[in-house]
């Protein structure tokens, strides 16, 4: 109830004081201090993000991949040699997974040439995530096997493949803004130097 008076009390000062409030300035060096604040804020959320994103992606996949697990040992789905693709239902179906595969393999690449200065442990981890994440695609092979042609299970492979080149984008697009505020830092920290 006291908090409620106050922001009466401070809306009522607002309101009488408006006038006086569009005439003066800040005081001097205002702006550089508020500028310094929302950079140290910048530093701050990147690196904060970066390790919470990684955790969150780990914690999903394992998800994914127990409940992929649980699931084949409830249905009992057997291992076939003659396993078919999304290539042999159509010549549609084989288009889109050539193409899925080919955008993948290139973010898959790109992901793995990425500078990670002086984490490779990071690397490592991203890379073998984001393998993990076709152990999920295979089961759904395996479901397309017990249950040819089933129109939910091809639907289920191709959202597969535009959720993953997401992420990929995702994991990609947060791995150049870092690399970006190194470099400002760096530029940063040599014009202090100069």
């Known amino acids: 109830m006291q908090k409620i008076l106050q922001m009466k009390k401070l809306e009522k000062y607002i309101i009488d004081n408006r ?10 060096g205002h702006f550089e201090r508020f500028s310094g604040r929302q950079a140290n804020y910048r ?7 970066w390790k919470y994103m ?10 994914m991949i127990s409940s992929i697990w649980v699931y084949e040992k ?37 992901i793995k040439s990425f500078d990670f200065k002086s984490n490779s442990r990071e690397r490592e981890i991203l890379l073998q ?8 695609y295979r089961s759904l092979e395996k479901d397309l096997n017990a249950e040819k042609g089933n129109q939910m299970v091809i639907s289920a492979m191709i959202k597969h493949y535009q959720l993953k080149l997401e992420i990929m984008s995702r994991i990609l697009e947060h791995l150049y803004q870092v690399q970006s505020d190194r470099q400002i830092k760096s530029e940063k920290d040599e014009s202090i130097r100069i």
């Open 74 to 110: 409830i249905s009992g789905i057997n291992e076939d040699s003659a396993m078919i693709t999304l290539g042999d239902i159509s010549s549609e179906y084989r288009e889109a997974e050539i193409y899925y595969t080919e955008l993948i393999n290139r973010k898959y690449d790109e």
């Open 129 to 136: 995530e984001l393998s993990e994440m076709d152990t999920t």
């Open 43 to 49: 530093k701050r959320s990147g690196i904060f993000s």
């Open 19 to 28: 006038e006086r409030f569009n005439r003066e300035e800040p005081y001097e």
């Open 54 to 63: 990684l955790q969150a992606a780990a914690i999903v996949l394992l998800i």
